[in-house]
């Protein structure tokens, strides 16, 4: 059997309006809507939102402008020559057996000079921390800077022929002239990781010996006990980033507030000596 409702119409020379009692239900407006949105948030959930790992290059910041707007940065690397005589015994007079030559560090004039194998692979390696804290920091970019690069001293390299210029491990990186290891290269965004202070470390890999030399911002010698000491304090210094205009500046590791790197002031490094067995 089939219900109905039945409608009269009576003829009338006036318009009239007819309303029917049609139901509409609205549960369902917009769903389809909703289930594309929780697509999107099950998809990021698993396979995670994107994220800008873009690279800058960040340079050496101007010195004092607009008096000073010299970009170079001086690195002074500094070898234990002391022939028999151990650091324990050392005092601040003796600071000047750290040597700026690659002769301290026991390759020959001739190695240096005709770029030997063992001399070209070698490399100073610069790695940049989030804290000076040994025990709890973390490495996140490092840059190389090969002994191909930095100024030069006179040496011997035969006892009938006249000096010749060696490299040495002095470096001025700019703009021109040696550049690697003058740019760092390193996160765009800083609201990844929020890091605008780095530490500095440095090591000398001797590929002659195959053994990696640990370096410190002052020598043992003008230390009270030279083996026992700050860590987070002598083998640093201290690197601020600038992400508006991607430069860095670098500090002094035992005086933070002091800028280094100039020719009078320049960043340097000396090698570091373990005790004696």
Do not use: C
């Not at 139901?23 to 917009?30: P, T």
């Not at 921390?129 to 025990?135: A, E, G, L, Q, T």
């Not at 030069?152 to 040495?168: C, D």
């Amino acid at each position: 059997m089939t219900l109905v409702n039945k409608f009269y119409l009576k003829l009338s020379d006036v318009n009239q309006g007819l309303q029917l009692p049609v139901e509409v239900n609205w549960d369902f407006l917009g769903k389809q809507d909703s289930i594309e949105d929780y697509e999107s948030t099950v998809i990021d959930e698993i396979i995670g939102t994107a994220t800008d790992f873009e690279v800058s290059r960040f340079y050496h910041d101007e010195y004092n402008p607009p008096n000073d707007n010299r970009t170079s940065v001086h690195y002074d690397f500094r070898f234990y020559s002391s022939g028999v005589t151990s650091v324990s015994s050392t005092t601040v007079a003796s600071t000047n057996l750290w040597v700026n030559s690659y002769l301290a560090e026991g390759f020959s004039s001739t190695e240096v000079y005709y770029f030997s194998r063992p001399f070209r692979n070698s490399f100073f390696k610069l790695d940049f921390y989030d804290s000076n804290d040994v025990k709890s920091q973390t490495n996140y970019f490092t840059v190389i800077i090969p002994t191909q690069q930095g100024l030069t001293q006179s040496a011997s390299t035969s006892s009938v022929l006249s000096n010749v210029n060696i490299k040495k491990p002095y470096f001025i990186l700019d703009f021109i002239g040696d550049q690697e290891g003058f740019f760092f290269y390193w996160l765009t965004d800083f609201d990844y990781l929020q890091i605008d202070t780095f530490y500095m470390s440095a090591k000398f890999f001797d590929a002659k010996l195959g053994v990696f030399i640990k370096m410190m911002n002052t020598p043992q010698a003008l230390l009270p006990n030279k083996f026992i000491f700050d860590g987070g304090k002598y083998f640093f210094h201290k690197v601020e980033l600038n992400y508006s205009n991607k430069t860095y500046k670098i500090f002094d590791g035992e005086s933070p507030n002091t800028r280094i790197g100039t020719s009078i002031n320049p960043m340097i490094w000396y090698e570091y000596v373990n005790p004696p067995e």
